[in-house]
């Protein structure tokens, strides 16, 4: 079974709508992180927001927020008022185990988001 | 990203030749990775290390051998190259719980 699903291929949405990303994880471990990376056409990862098992509440970081609803092993990157810029791949990932702890991350496998003017 | 620089950027390789790409950081992190991207796909882990002289397998290990004999530079070596093996590859390091850092991508065709 895949630990992270993320439903959407791709999305097109109108510039300074709301723009939500879902992802779903499949964990048994207690402790885990989730994150959020984007990847635009230039190649690069850029790290966006974190979100660990046990913080109780949902991180923001300026225009991204994750909506974590633990108990339906949901993590939707959600962003506010879209710019032509966040036309990106986007992609959910997990490490499962103790916070800090070494293991890599796993990831999902991407939604492409497409802003229009 | 700055901080985390990738050697080379493009590459390639006929099959069976060997290659070795170079990730440097220079933010004392302990903790280094490298992953693989396939088209369609997410990154996965190929092996990793939490410090100077340890290395670990990751979810995609076989066909590649790592090191890590200084703390800021991690080390992937392909022994035989595959057309399998032709992806793009990122390289990440980190202290405290994010991978905040990765490398530009080495872009490696295998022929």
């Known amino acids: 079974a895949q630990k992270i699903t993320q439903t959407q291929p791709g999305m097109f949405v109108q510039e300074k709508e709301a723009v939500t990303l879902d992802c779903t994880y499949d964990t048994s471990d207690p402790s885990y992180g989730l994150f959020w990376y984007k990847q635009p056409s230039s190649g690069e990862m850029i790290f966006l927001i974190y979100q660990g098992s046990y913080d109780q509440q949902n991180a923001t970081e300026g225009r991204y927020s994750l909506n974590f609803q633990k108990a339906r092993k949901s993590a939707n990157l959600v962003i506010s008022a879209s710019q032509l810029g966040d036309s990106a791949m986007y992609f959910c990932a997990m490490r499962e185990g103790k916070r800090g702890g070494a293991d890599g991350l796993t990831f999902g496998k991407g939604t492409h988001l497409i802003i229009q003017p | 990203n700055a901080g985390v620089t990738q050697t080379p950027k493009f590459r390639v390789l006929k099959t069976g030749q060997s290659m070795t790409l170079l990730c440097a950081q220079d933010m004392n992190h302990e903790y280094m990775y490298w992953y693989r991207q396939d088209p369609g796909m997410g990154l996965r882990l190929i092996h990793y290390s939490v410090g100077e002289g340890t290395t670990a397998k990751g979810e995609v290990p076989d066909g590649y051998n790592v090191s890590r004999l200084k703390k800021q530079n991690f080390l992937l070596g392909l022994e035989s190259a595959a057309p399998s093996q032709t992806s793009v590859y990122f390289c990440?390091?980190?202290?405290?719980?994010?991978?905040?850092?990765f490398g530009q991508g080495t872009r490696l065709t295998v022929v």
């Open positions: 990440a390091s980190r202290t405290g719980v994010v991978e905040a850092f």
